[in-house]
């Protein structure tokens, strides 16, 4: 089995890298990819500070979309928190070879579809809490309450929050 074969983890193609050198890694999974594809890394945010770790990682990040670029379509996307990007000093680790977008908050009415479509699948996947009538007025209920209550309706300006919020619910 290559590296590669032996990271797979379970069924949903994630793989990681543990143990392995970072750029035969990264060269072995080019040269596996085909003419497209899409390559998510999450979490630059929560690489350690400690040890120019993030500044390692970044350039690692730079190499392999290098690398890739020549031999490949795939389209590479980032996702970190703006904290992920300075340090406590200010210094940035932004990616030099990305085009940097903020996520916008989710308004009431994105949160309002966010919920009403959450209680419309908990209807049909067997977890249930009761009958499509009663999570429907559960979804309405609870939509109203974020529009009036300022505390509620900060936690559904991003889907994370939102979702940990539907989950207690």
């Keep these: 089995k290559n590296q590669i074969q032996q ?6 193609g994630e793989r990681t890298v543990t143990d392995l050198n970072l750029d035969s890694f ?7 990819l085909k003419d497209n594809g899409l390559i998510l890394l999450d979490g ?5 500070l400690a040890e120019d770790k993030r500044k390692i990682v970044q350039k690692a990040i ?3 979309i290098e690398h890739l670029e020549q031999t490949s379509k795939t389209q590479v996307i980032v996702t970190s928190r703006t904290a ?22 989710m308004n009431i009415k994105q949160a ?3 919920i009403r479509h959450w209680y419309k699948v908990k209807s049909k996947d067997g977890q249930t809490y009761r009958n499509d009538t009663d999570n429907q007025k559960r979804a309405e209920k609870l939509i109203n309450l974020c529009e009036y209550q300022r505390s509620l309706a900060k936690l559904t300006e991003t889907p994370i929050l939102l979702t940990l919020m539907l989950l207690v619910d």
């Design 84 to 105: 992920g990007f300075t340090d406590q000093n200010g210094n940035s680790f932004a990616l030099s070879l990305f085009i940097h977008l903020p996520l916008e908050p």
């Design 112 to 114: 309002g579809k966010f």
């Design 62 to 64: 730079e190499n392999f």
């Design 26 to 32: 990264c060269t072995e999974y080019i040269d596996n």
């Design 44 to 48: 630059l945010d929560e690489v350690s």
């Design 7 to 12: 990271e797979e983890q379970g069924s949903t």
